[in-house]
């Protein structure tokens, strides 16, 4: 069996974000909906005391702080069972909670493409007088995390999705938090997946104009916007469980009752939420 805890569900700022006065952060801040930490994942099997995290977020501690089963054990002053990051991208976002982690002993074991990497050269300047940074190369074929957990990377533009299998059940997971297009194999990976943590930044191409002339576009920024873009391939999937994360504080599917939410929710597709768990 695979575990999954959503650690945190919103794109970067989370929600509210520090600077807004939309009708998303207006309504957290008033305790009308709730509030969202910075995406970030933690899997594991069913047999392993082991959790490896998708990205790193600004707001890890806290949301280890939440979880439990991501806390120290009590037979030792310092322990934990983090055992890696698997990074999608170099965006701060997902990377700048490894600063966060550098208290432990051991270096820091780290999952990424090559030019996720380069790009995150500064951090092995910023952790070398700390724990350090045990990088490990991504593969296309699965590898094992050890036990019955095994993953691979699925190559996108800026970008890797990573899909999980467990070895003894065959129970399988994909996530792309952030997708810019949908290859070949990121839409077989999406049809043969059990379950699918999706890229949900951001409603509409333009959304972020409204708040802010002059922004960049949803392509632009490297995220397929859902209404044009994998509402329908989600809506399609045979997948036992479809769920947006990654969602940008402008995204109207973060307010019950609006029309964008009513279209996921009836393409089946559910919207994550900080703390959400799922048994696989």
Known sequence: MIRIHILGSAAGGGLPQWNCACANCVA??????ALQTQSSIAISSETSSEWFLINASPDLPRQIERTPPLQPRGDSPRNTPVAGVLLT????????????????????VVYAADETRTALAWLDNMLARFCGIEWRKLGTDFQSLGGPLAFRAIELPNSVAFQFRDDS?????????????ISEELRNAVHVSDVVVFDGTFWSDGELRGVRPGARTAREMNHL?????????LHQS?????????????????????RERAQVEQAGIEIARDGLEILL
């Open 169 to 181: 059940s065959g129970a399988t997971a994909l996530f792309a938090p952030s997708a810019g297009k």
């Open 28 to 33: 957290a801040r008033n305790g009308k909906i």
């Open 89 to 108: 991208n170099a965006d701060i976002d997902h990377a700048l909670g490894l600063l966060l982690l550098r208290q432990q002993e051991m270096p820091l």
């Open 225 to 233: 916007p859902i209404n044009d873009g994998s509402l329908d391939l």
């Open 238 to 258: 045979p997948a036992r469980r479809k769920i947006y994360t990654h969602i940008n504080n402008t995204n109207p599917i973060l307010m019950p009752g609006t």
